[in-house]
């Protein structure tokens, strides 16, 4: 028998239904594993590429890559038209916290955002000193939120949770009294703090509407939230009425990545003070792995601002640590304050270093504008 005519399309067409397709619009953005790669941040050169072509794929969800240019020698406000799906170079300013857009603003310039709803932002620094990135109205800064000076930043933007906007009526039930309507409970995915009413009209048995009285916050999953009517009570024929509650995003996460080479530091560092007490000078505490500081002629040192510290060091970023060796050759104590920012731990008298010992601490960059020194040993010369 001579097969048909079409049976040759048809064979081809559930073949290629049955292959695995990427469905073109829906963003997919690499995790903190993949971009950290076990902990190595990876180079913007490799990874820039990549993220190309992730953006392109959701292209239909966002658009394509958008540049744009941000120059204010001041911190300043980067909209959501610079955020969502923008590679922003930053310039004019020197060490400036920059804050985002509020998180409604956000949201709404991600076309059809849902909970779980995904974007991608690109900062190039090219500022005279280190970017910060601080977080708008409903918006939290997670991951890395600074910005070295000429290297690349990606933020994954994260529409992660919402509230109860308002509530839909599914079945009116039968049963209720207008005097006594019944209790509404929404919970569930994630939700809490959400509370709502019900209207039973005058002379009816039904539920007419519901109300929400509060919000609530921390929705992260639509299809885990509940919402339940009370039983009806009244006398006579009667069946439960049933709703549905409408989640509406309201808060938004911005995960950030430095796409630069994990810094690499000389691995000591010399440098002395033969007189004169005050602030230290750039590089005396900073600048290699191991920092070592020869005190012979100095008894009161401060160090500089924990701004300055992460400025001076090459690549700098929160996060990184170092160990910091005071070597005392003066005929007192060495005594050492912290700079704005900057904080000794005083157990042992840890800012101090008694003629002819040294003194260790390992410091690290807490965040932007903190660096944290841990006593961790003494000795004799």
């Not at 050169?45 to 990549?50: D, G, K, N, Q, V």
């Not at 969800?61 to 610079?82: E, P, R």
């Not at 005594?335 to 008298?349: D, E, K, L, R």
Request: hydrophobic share 40%; net charge neutral; proline share 4%.
């Amino acid at each position: 028998m001579k097969k048909p005519a079409n049976r040759w399309l048809l064979t081809c067409l559930a073949a290629l239904v049955a292959a695995p397709l990427f469905a073109a619009g829906i963003p997919v953005t690499p995790t903190a594993r993949s971009l950290e790669q076990n902990g190595n941040i990876v180079p913007s050169f490799a990874l820039i590429p990549y993220l190309n072509q992730v953006q392109n794929n959701g292209a239909a969800a966002y658009g394509s890559w958008t540049l744009a240019t941000v120059t204010n020698a001041a911190g300043t406000t980067v909209t959501a038209g610079n955020i969502v799906g923008v590679l922003e170079t930053r310039t004019g300013a020197a060490a400036v916290t920059d804050t985002t857009d509020t998180a409604a603003n956000i949201i709404a310039a991600i076309p059809g955002a849902v909970i779980g709803s995904q974007a991608l932002w690109q900062v190039q620094n090219q500022n005279s000193g280190l970017l910060t990135l601080a977080g708008g109205t409903s918006v939290t800064m997670a991951g890395q939120t600074t910005v070295p000076i000429n290297q690349t930043w990606i933020g994954q933007v994260n529409v992660a949770s919402g509230n109860i906007g308002s509530a839909t009526i599914t079945n009116q039930g039968a049963g209720y009294s207008s005097g006594s309507p019944p209790t509404v409970t929404i919970s569930g995915g994630g939700c809490s703090g959400v509370t709502a009413t019900s209207t039973v009209p005058v002379g009816a048995n039904f539920v007419s509407a519901i109300t929400i009285t509060a919000a609530g916050s921390s929705c992260n999953n639509a299809s885990a939230i509940t919402c339940v009517i009370g039983a009806p009570t009244a006398a006579g024929p009667s069946f439960q009425a049933t709703c549905s509650a409408n989640l509406v995003p309201t808060n938004v996460t911005i995960t950030g990545y430095n796409t630069v080479p994990a810094a690499s530091l000389p691995a000591t560092q010399y440098t002395s003070i033969s007189s004169g007490n005050g602030t230290m000078a750039a590089g005396q505490m900073t600048g290699a792995n191991y920092v070592i500081l020869d005190t012979s002629g100095a008894t009161a040192l401060t160090t500089r601002t924990a701004a300055q510290l992460l400025a001076d060091t090459p690549n700098g970023q929160v996060g990184m640590s170092w160990i910091f060796r005071t070597r005392n050759t003066n005929a007192g104590t060495l005594t050492y304050t912290g700079g704005t920012g900057v904080t000794f731990t005083t157990v042992g008298g840890a800012n101090t270093a008694a003629t002819n010992t040294t003194r260790d601490h390992q410091c690290v960059f807490a965040s932007a504008t903190t660096v944290t020194c841990t006593n961790i040993g003494a000795g004799t010369l």
